[in-house]
């Protein structure tokens, strides 16, 4: 069952190398995320899953010493996911899961087996609870490390333009995160998140059917828009 999950944004920005001289700008939710990831330390769980949007190319499952890095933000950066065991993935993390792995190495992360999961932004509410429900059921004590932002279209400058809907979807994404409400999150609109390029809805919705029953009580750590997208941390425990 579902223990601890930890909610953080996965824009490749909070590696510093790749935000260059812009990295102070995102200290504080790289010090929420931090301490998000603390809590699922301290669940001390069988096996911790990341879960993150990805393209086509990268949706699916990904098994523990996968491979990733940054070389396409133009930084020489690579990352693993969890431990080394030897073996060739196939392909690449996708950047949101490199960005999990790139996290879970600057905490410190070790013993417990990582895997990772690529969701497709676009995966149905009713597919990501039962994908939520199917992760939760792996071990006896699962944790989840949740990647995903809020809409991109906060201010004139963001990636999606200005929509007015923007800061409200988020206000309501960020309350249930904080309150780990999963009924809140199972009723996040994918028409609306997809039109305000909301990459973390169909991760959260995962979550949400992980979590059904566990009986988790959620804290938000960070909730703002500082390139004009919904960044929010949390811990769930």
Not at 91 to 99: G, H, I, M, Q
Request: hydrophobic letters at 45%; a negative charge; one cysteine or more.
């Amino acid at each position: 069952m579902l223990v601890a999950a930890a909610v953080c944004p996965c824009p490749p920005l909070l590696v510093p190398e790749v935000a260059s001289g812009a990295a102070p700008e995102l200290d504080a939710a790289r010090t929420a995320c931090t301490d998000a990831l603390g809590v699922l330390a301290a669940s001390r769980p069988d096996l911790l899953i990341v879960i993150g949007p990805a393209d086509l190319a990268g949706r699916g499952p990904y098994p523990e010493g996968a491979t990733g890095g940054f070389q396409e933000f133009g930084v020489d950066v690579d990352v693993r996911l969890g431990r080394d065991l030897g073996t060739v993935a196939e392909r690449p993390l996708a950047p949101s899961l490199a960005v999990g792995a790139w996290l879970l190495a600057r905490t410190g992360w070790a013993g417990t087996p990582v895997e990772a999961l690529g969701v497709g932004e676009s995966l149905e509410t009713g597919r990501c609870t039962e994908t939520g429900r199917a992760l939760a059921a792996r071990a006896d004590r699962v944790a989840l490390l949740v990647m995903g932002d809020g809409s991109a279209c906060r201010t004139l400058k963001s990636p999606g333009y200005l929509d007015e809907r923007a800061a409200g979807f988020d206000a309501v994404a960020s309350h249930a995160l904080g309150a780990a409400d999963t009924g809140a999150l199972i009723a996040l609109d994918e028409a609306l998140a997809y039109q305000l390029k909301a990459a973390g809805r169909a991760p959260w919705q995962v979550l949400a059917g992980a979590a059904e029953g566990a009986g988790l009580n959620g804290r938000l750590l960070y909730d703002d828009a500082p390139y004009g997208v919904g960044y929010m941390v949390a811990a769930w425990s």
